[in-house]
């Protein structure tokens, strides 16, 4: 039993879908406090439902990519491509989580449930695939990473309130969400290409074309302080569009600059010390910025 728990951990890839269920639990409550109420037992369903469909997705992915995890010294011992667990086994469970997560955010509402399904598919079946033919995989798996808080801060909102507010303020279900969204979608170029900088010799043993040009080359450097650089504006958003107050400004202003220099170091010197700060510094810099929008979040 103990070994099935650990190996369970790994095909949902346990630390990963924690940071996918933050983000989503702290939008959810981002959602409530715009409506100025908390619904606790809602934000327990949430939290069940998006770890639930996060690891139904991360368990497709280690199915499909099998094969190619046992190239890998990072996941050769995953429960797969290390014999512990059949595919059989792994396609069940995953399925299961998926139907099972996916009917307990219908539960709050059809537009979290509907978003949990796309988030799965695109990940799944079209991020994944693409890692091995094209850098564009970054891309396409930008969407479905930046879906967990555009779900959790529509599941803080009931199909009646969703109407009701699409009626009188939709800005409360159109800028915040979207700018939840856009800040999670930017933030994932440098935090994985900066990762793919990383791993580099270890992805090539499995084929997977995750930098822009595929080498760690000055472009790729210039494109990962780009995207770092670009997380100056987009931070700054919520308080530009009067839901941050103060503190989001300064943290958000001071994160993203620390961030940029990072991606400058990585920039002039191209070697993987850089790198590993610009990751590191990804690791931090999210969670924190989305905590401080939670304390200092003015209602539209």
């Keep these: 039993m103990k070994q099935f728990v650990a190996d369970l951990k790994q095909l949902v890839k346990m630390r990963l879908t924690m940071t996918v269920v933050f983000s989503a639990s702290i939008a959810f409550l981002i959602g409530s406090k715009q409506q100025g109420d908390i619904n606790w037992i809602n934000w327990l369903i949430l939290t069940a439902g998006g770890f639930l469909v996060t690891g139904s997705a991360n368990g497709f992915n280690e199915i499909i990519e099998r094969d190619l995890d046992r190239l890998m010294k990072r996941t050769a011992d995953r429960p797969i491509p290390a014999g512990r667990m059949t595919t059989g086994q792994a396609l069940v469970l995953s399925l299961l989580m998926g139907i099972a997560g996916t009917y307990t955010l219908v539960t709050l509402n059809f537009v979290a449930g509907l978003l949990s399904v796309f988030s799965i598919l695109l990940y799944a079946f079209f991020y994944t695939p693409l890692k091995r033919k094209s850098p564009i995989a970054v891309f396409v798996g930008a969407f479905p990473g930046a ?24 800005s409360a279900i159109v800028i915040i969400p979207l700018v939840l969204f856009i800040i999670q979608f930017v933030w994932q170029f440098p935090h994985f290409w900066a990762i793919a900088w990383v791993l580099d010799e270890d992805y090539k043993r499995a084929g997977f074309r995750l930098l822009p040009t595929m080498k760690k080359d000055r472009v790729s450097a210039f494109m990962v302080l780009f995207s770092t ?14 839901f941050g107050g103060y503190f989001v400004l300064a943290v958000s202003l001071i994160g993203a600059l620390v961030f940029s220099w990072y991606g400058l170091k990585l920039f002039l010197h191209r070697d993987v010390a850089s790198a590993r700060k610009v990751m590191f510094t990804s690791f931090l810099y999210l969670p924190l910025i989305q905590l401080i929008l939670l304390f200092d979040f003015t209602a539209l």
């Design 147 to 170: 879906l967990p808080p555009l779900i959790g801060y529509y599941a803080a909102f009931s199909q009646n309130d969703l109407a009701a507010y699409s009626q009188y303020n939709a």
């Design 229 to 242: 650089l670009l997380m100056v504006p987009v931070s700054l958003l919520p308080y530009f569009l009067g």
